[in-house]
């Protein structure tokens, strides 16, 4: 969903009134701030008072999936955990973007993601950014013993 406008900041009654659009037309569930979004465009606090409009405007009639991928982990733990407590039922964490990290670097910051929060926490990647999947192929999995039963 996109984070509306109006004058340089964020247009609030243009969220709510999104929201209840994508409701009304019978959406399964709301994405704040997501990877196609305007994210990079929001400061921090901007992008948790998006993630916590959101979750009240849709006052439980939706699950609210928040966007709180970054190609920093540090950054991601921190959106993660803000975006929790805002209430978003669930995380989008994308790959870490141009930085590319190798397979076992992309498990470590997903599990470490993962180990955070007890809600869901899918992933995205865009392989132009990333040139790696954030699902392994068997070859070049970490090993049985390092994975987390959460990931």
Not at 24 to 35: E, F, H, P, Q, R
Request: charge should be negative; glycine fraction near 6%; charged fraction near 20%.
């Amino acid at each position: 969903m996109v984070s509306p406008f109006l004058n340089g900041a964020v247009a609030w009654d243009d969220l709510k009134k999104l929201v209840e659009f994508q409701i009304k037309d019978g959406i399964d569930g709301l994405v704040a701030v997501g990877t196609t979004g305007e994210s990079p465009t929001l400061d921090y606090d901007e992008h948790i008072e998006v993630i916590r409009k959101t979750v009240e405007f849709a006052a439980g009639r939706v699950p609210v999936m928040a966007g709180t991928g970054s190609n920093a982990t540090t950054e991601a733990l921190d959106l993660t955990q803000r975006a929790d407590e805002a209430g978003a039922d669930a995380f989008l964490l994308v790959a870490p973007y141009y930085n590319k990290p190798s397979q076992e670097g992309l498990f470590r910051h997903f599990a470490l993601l993962a180990e955070s929060t007890a809600k869901p926490t899918p992933s995205s990647s865009s392989s132009a950014a990333t040139t790696r999947s954030p699902c392994p192929s068997p070859k070049s999995a970490p090993k049985a013993s390092s994975r987390s039963p959460r990931t």
